[in-house]
């Protein structure tokens, strides 16, 4: 006891009497360091020194390459407790901080990118930005890593203050600050070196400003998005995205029916997958009815129930209600969304995902989940050929295998391999329900771009067994009143269907939206037909 009390001295505590009470009720011992833990996690309790907080900081940073990832990593890793997949000794490289400078200058950029995730202010946006200005005025820093490899660029200050920025810049938007918002957004498409991923949607975001707001200008939004479908960095959600934008804006502007422009895209009919639909009835909170009427924003989620049963307190979210319909029918399943396809491809793909190339380089710990390159394009360029060999041998079988492999107990560690949400049963299940057409749809989008395939996915996988062995499997993307398919949900339904997977659109219908008991299925106007507005702009209801 004296020697714990020297560690941690009754100044730090309220009181003596306070020491003494946490002292008997934690019986901290040997075998049972709970209590002693918490005491050291505690500010109360230990004060650190700001100067050697910043030196393990920087080791930190300097070992593990990116921030945020702490010992405790390493430290699982070393006593076996956490097990990655990845090389045992990968071969670092001298090159990704090329020198003393180049380092300071991330550990900065990484430092700004905290403070406006945490807490973003104008003013700290602005001095980003002007540090920004300043690294892309200094050629030796504008183009880009040392090495010239695309990968590395994520380990450069440039790289990291534009990321920072862009998930920043919408603070400009709701300050209405739309001039430098569009001076913001034209300076980062004049480089072409820095998030070449993202450059779709600084396009998409420009013209919506263009049209708008700043300048009010509809030739000059329609002049962004052909530059955007034009960038061959364009994803192919914000490419449809801006094709849409130019379709709205050649009416607009009454270019003559000859003259717009057709796209190859727009001319491949997107599949569309069925709908069904449920009734159910919106659960109004007493105490959200009372309280003053306030934005959506950091509002809960509105919860159904089945009007039917009419027990509020069986009320769920809408994914949830529509996985408790298809319970009825049989099925089992998650709500989930694009963790079951990441884990799928984990799975299969698990191999290629933790294997370094040639050259090295892809690995610089021995705590990574993948490639330092799998959220670029380079993943597929540098490894095509691997890739579509892995294609051709693809099998539902694989899954299997590497569950038995590398799953429970031992449970290893790859990127989006979620243990513990699955059971593994249920893994094996629904990749035979896929069959070789099915993981091949739903890999290949993740294969070529991993960073944007990792969205839009549907929200259910539901699946049952028939007496035979077969197993039906679907996925379901669920939409409320009102709710809409977005680009990257349409571009994942058109390749599941495509790939003969079994997909439904479920649209939970509110039995009280109008009042009379009718259900309300999202539209005013039942008609689809075009209406014609004051003016030359025409749209569908």
């Known amino acids: 006891m004296a020697e714990f009390q020297e560690r941690f001295p009754k100044k730090l505590f309220r009181s003596r009497s306070e020491v003494d009470k946490y002292w008997r009720e934690s019986k901290i011992s040997d075998g049972n360091v709970s209590a002693l833990e918490t005491l050291v996690q505690s500010e109360r309790y230990l004060k650190i020194v700001p100067e050697t907080y910043a030196i393990v900081?920087?080791?930190?940073?300097?070992?593990?390459?990116?921030?945020?990832?702490?010992l405790k990593t390493e430290i699982m890793s070393t006593i076996s407790r956490w097990n990655f997949a990845c090389p045992k000794d990968p071969m670092r490289s001298s090159m990704v901080f090329p020198n003393r400078r180049a380092f300071i200058l991330y550990e900065e950029a990484c430092d700004l990118e905290e403070q406006l995730d945490t807490n973003p202010t104008i003013e700290t946006f602005e001095k980003a930005y002007d540090l920004w200005k300043q690294q892309m005025a200094d050629p030796r820093l504008s183009q880009g890593h040392a090495t010239g490899r695309y990968h590395y660029q994520q380990f450069t200050s440039v790289w990291v203050l534009t990321r920072a920025l862009w998930h920043a810049s919408i603070l400009l938007g709701t300050l209405k600050q739309h001039e430098q918002e569009h001076n913001f957004l034209a300076s980062l498409l004049q480089q072409r070196v820095f998030c070449l991923g993202t450059r779709g949607k600084w396009y998409d975001r420009l013209a919506l400003i263009q049209t708008r707001h700043y300048p009010p200008s509809d030739r000059i939004a329609l002049e962004t998005c052909i530059r955007g479908i034009e960038d061959p960095y364009t994803t192919?959600?914000?490419?449809?995205?801006?094709?849409?934008?130019?379709q709205r804006l050649e009416i607009k502007l009454k270019v003559p029916k000859g003259q717009q422009r057709i796209f190859v895209e727009n001319q491949k009919t997107i599949k569309q997958a069925p709908i069904r639909r449920f009734k159910a009835r919106r659960y109004q909170d007493p105490q959200q009815l009372l309280?003053?009427?306030?934005?959506?924003?950091?509002?809960?989620?509105?919860?159904?129930?089945?009007?039917?049963?009419?027990?509020?307190?069986?009320?769920?979210?809408?994914?949830?209600?529509?996985?408790?319909?298809?319970?009825?029918?049989?099925?089992?399943?998650?709500?989930?969304?694009?963790?079951?396809?990441?884990?799928?491809?984990?799975?299969t793909f698990w191999d290629i995902l933790c294997a370094d190339l040639p050259g090295g380089g892809m690995f610089e710990t021995a705590c990574q989940l993948a490639s330092l390159d799998l959220w670029t394009d380079n993943?597929?360029?540098?490894?095509?050929?691997?890739?579509?060999?892995?294609?051709?041998?693809?099998?539902?079988?694989?899954?299997?295998?590497?569950?038995?492999?590398?799953?429970?107990?031992?449970?290893?560690?790859?990127?989006?391999?979620?243990?513990n949400r699955f059971e593994a049963d249920d893994l094996i299940s629904i990749a035979k329900g896929l069959g070789e057409s099915g993981l091949r749809a739903l890999c290949r989008p993740l294969a070529e771009d991993y960073a944007h395939a990792t969205g839009g996915f549907p929200d259910l996988v539901i699946f049952k067994t028939g007496n035979s062995g077969q197993v039906d499997l679907k996925f379901v993307e669920v939409k409320g009143p009102g709710d809409q398919l977005s680009k990257k949900q349409q571009v994942w339904i058109d390749a599941l269907l495509r790939g003969g997977v079994d997909v439904e659109v479920c649209r939970v219908d509110d039995v009280d939206k109008?009042?009379?008991?009718?259900?309300?299925?999202?539209?005013?106007?039942?008609?689809?037909?075009?209406?014609?507005?004051?003016?030359?702009?025409?749209?569908?209801?």
């Open 236 to 246: 192919i959600s914000c490419r449809m995205s801006l094709q849409n934008r130019i």
């Open 514 to 541: 109008n009042g009379d008991g009718k259900v309300n299925t999202g539209s005013k106007v039942k008609s689809k037909k075009t209406v014609k507005f004051k003016g030359s702009f025409r749209r569908k209801r």
């Open 291 to 347: 309280a003053p009427h306030k934005s959506r924003v950091g509002q809960p989620k509105p919860t159904w129930y089945n009007p039917q049963d009419g027990v509020p307190e069986k009320a769920v979210g809408v994914e949830q209600y529509a996985l408790n319909k298809y319970g009825e029918e049989g099925f089992t399943g998650y709500h989930c969304e694009t963790s079951i396809a990441s884990t799928i491809f984990g799975l």
């Open 57 to 70: 900081k920087r080791i930190s940073l300097i070992y593990f390459r990116f921030p945020g990832v702490t």
């Open 379 to 419: 993943f597929y360029i540098a490894r095509k050929g691997a890739i579509e060999k892995h294609f051709d041998r693809l099998k539902p079988e694989m899954v299997e295998e590497r569950i038995r492999q590398s799953g429970p107990p031992r449970k290893e560690r790859c990127i989006g391999v979620n243990w």
